[in-house]
């Protein structure tokens, strides 16, 4: 059974930092790509951050400079540094592993709230 489990939301103020984990089991992680997603309230999800297996990384424009995504294969775990925090990154953060268009899975969601 596949299960990925979240890790790292809550509140902080406009300028302060947050890392998001997400831990995989029940797959080879490795050959996964990795992704965080975000969902704030009345809009679309997002794409926040991807890394593929080899360690590819991709940012979304509103995040370039401030997040960074890596990955620890040793610990099947993916993670999103957050930095210099922002009133609209308030959303709800998805963990996605991606093997093939078909094989993706997804994290239950943790809340991140930037507010003073």
């Known amino acids: 059974q596949v299960q990925l489990v979240e890790s790292g939301g809550g509140l902080v103020q406009p300028g302060g930092s947050l890392r998001l984990s997400c831990t995989a089991s029940?797959?080879?992680?490795?050959?996964?790509?990795g992704a965080w997603y975000r969902q704030a309230p009345g809009k679309q999800r997002e794409l926040v951050a991807g890394?593929?297996?080899?360690?590819?990384?991709n940012y979304a424009d509103s995040v370039k400079g401030r997040f960074n995504i890596s990955r620890d294969n040793a610990r099947n775990t993916v993670y999103l540094q957050m930095n210099t925090l922002k009133p609209e990154d308030t959303a709800v953060y998805y963990c996605?592993?991606?093997?093939?268009?078909?094989?993706?899975?997804w994290g239950q969601g943790t809340q991140v709230t930037v507010s003073s």
């Open positions: 029940g797959i080879s992680f490795r050959i996964y790509a």
């Open positions: 996605n592993v991606r093997f093939s268009v078909n094989t993706d899975y």
């Open positions: 890394i593929s297996s080899s360690g590819s990384r």
